[in-house]
Nanobody, 116 residues
Framework: VRLVESGGGLVQAGGSLSLSCVASGSIFSVFAPQDWGWYRQAPGKQRELVASITNTRSTTFADSVKGRFTISRDNSRKRVYLQMSSLKPEDTAVYYC????????WGQGTQVTVSS
């Protein structure tokens, strides 16, 4: 399984971005039962979990993004999405997806840069 993230870019503070992650090479029976998360790593900081979605579609969010980010999944397409709004400069980071057990090798991530 190869994780491929996309959708990042440069946006002004207050703007929005939609990220997508595909578990390339996965099959439905492997993807669907997993709990998935979006993580981010800012320069000089450790990678942190910002949003998660269980196999029953229950979601949780880090306090820093609560109310601004939403997470969703499409099992048939083996994709996980992160909708980000009201972006802040402190959201600048490389964003990654993986299962909550970090089952797969990390992908290259997608860079999100929020300018003030």
């Amino acid at each position: 399984v190869r994780l491929v993230e996309s959708g990042g870019g440069l946006v002004q503070a207050g703007g929005s971005l939609s990220l997508s992650c595909v578990a390339s090479g996965s099959i439905f029976s492997v993807f669907a039962p997993q709990d998935w998360g979006w993580y981010r790593q800012a320069p000089g900081k450790q990678r942190e979990l910002v949003a998660s979605i269980t196999n029953t579609r229950s979601t949780t969010f880090a306090d820093s993004v609560k109310g601004r980010f939403t997470i969703s999944r499409d099992n048939s397409r083996k994709r996980v999405y992160l909708q980000m709004s009201s972006l802040k400069p402190e959201d600048t980071a490389v964003y990654y997806c993986n299962t909550l057990k970090e089952s797969w090798a990390w992908g290259q991530g997608t860079q999100v840069t929020v300018s003030s």
